[in-house]
């Protein structure tokens, strides 16, 4: 019955029209019913509500349960997207923490079946109180402290490499902001300029760079189009948002950080493969969240030159108004709605 529901999900999973969909369902929820429907007849037999018409179903529901279940995350057709960067650590560290728990799931099962098997109902049984096992309590208690420390510790050891920048990283800025995706891009002097949400300005001045730093004017700026990153170096991704929280993540990077109004947090990853990579905003941060979609295209070499040949810098983006007259304390009207990207719609 088990597989019966099995079957289903699968057919739900891969099918392409609505019609299969449904028809995959509804086979796991029918399965799904039946062995409820199983259980409750068999604890109506042991409760003596019922003649006993099937013997020990419950033991083997059990048991089939904790096998379909192991089963069905071994030939998932939910699973990652492919890597595309150096954090197969982390895969590494989740898949730990899926067999480790897999296993207690499987051991809890068959446990409760046994029990239920051993110990089911017959004429003049009676049961024994037994409050208290200091041995038992203390073999679950070290038992659970291992189990949890095994999870824990790899994943303290991947934090500490995400969170060690390597000296070797090129910085490039990503900033999000209701919904899109902004980037800058360090110039000939390999410097990103100074920012500030106050000098935000939808036409010319998107992610606020100061106009009075030398640095920022041969920034590159990229605003709601793909990024794009040489294949094999490690990047250091410097993360801001002008508006609300957001957070940037690609699967296929198996990276993701909040950025924060106010505070420049980073992520670090070495893009292993060439390609299309798309960018969720992993925060709810309005109605538009669904729709924050970006690109990072990973390029060799050349194809990466070629493209950051043909970008524009600061300098060459922004109309000489705005750097000369609101660098000063004369633009305070202008600092009001400077906090903002751009209008709602
Ligand atoms: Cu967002």
């Known amino acids: 019955m088990a597989l019966f529901g099995l079957a289903g999900l699968f057919i739900a999973s891969r099918a392409a029209d609505a019609t299969f969909i449904w028809t995959g369902l509804a086979f796991t929820l029918i399965s799904v019913f039946w062995i409820y429907n199983l259980i409750r007849i068999s604890f109506d037999e042991a409760e003596g509500k019922r003649v006993r018409a099937r013997e020990q179903v419950v033991p083997y529901t059990l048991l089939a349960i904790a096998f379909c279940s192991v089963l069905f995350h071994v030939l998932s057709p939910w699973w990652w997207a492919p890597i595309a960067s150096n954090w197969h650590y982390i895969d590494n560290t989740i898949n730990l923490t899926f067999w480790l728990t897999g296993i207690v799931f499987a051991a809890v099962l068959a446990f409760m079946a046994y029990c239920v098997f051993r110990f089911r109902h017959r004429e003049g049984n009676r049961a024994e109180y037994e409050p208290e096992s200091t041995r038992l309590e203390a073999i679950l208690a070290i038992g659970t402290s291992f189990g949890i420390a095994a999870m824990l510790a790899p994943g303290l050891v991947v934090w500490n490499q995400y969170i060690t920048v390597p000296d070797n990283t090129v910085e490039v800025e990503a900033v999000g902001q209701q919904w899109s995706w902004n980037f800058r891009l360090a110039g000939q002097d390999g410097r990103l300029g100074t920012s500030d949400v106050r000098n935000v300005r939808p036409n010319g001045n998107p992610l606020g760079l100061n106009p009075d730093d030398s ?69 709810l941060c309005g109605v538009g969240h669904s729709i924050m979609r970006g690109w990072v295209v990973i390029d060799d070499e050349q194809a990466y030159q070629a493209w950051l040949g043909a970008q524009q810098t600061f300098a060459s983006r922004a109309s000489p108004a705005l750097a000369s007259s609101e660098g000063d304390s004369a633009g305070r009207p202008g600092r009001q709605d400077g906090g903002r990207a751009h209008a709602p719609h």
């Open 215 to 283: 640095h920022g004017q041969d920034d590159i700026v990229v605003e709601a189009e793909d990024l794009h990153l040489p294949v094999g170096k490690p990047v250091r991704l410097l993360l801001r948002s002008i508006d609300v929280l957001h957070s940037f993540y690609v699967p296929e990077f198996r990276v993701k950080m909040d950025m924060i109004p106010g505070m420049v947090t980073q992520l670090w990853f070495t893009p292993t493969r060439t390609g299309r990579f798309q960018i969720l905003c992993a925060e």
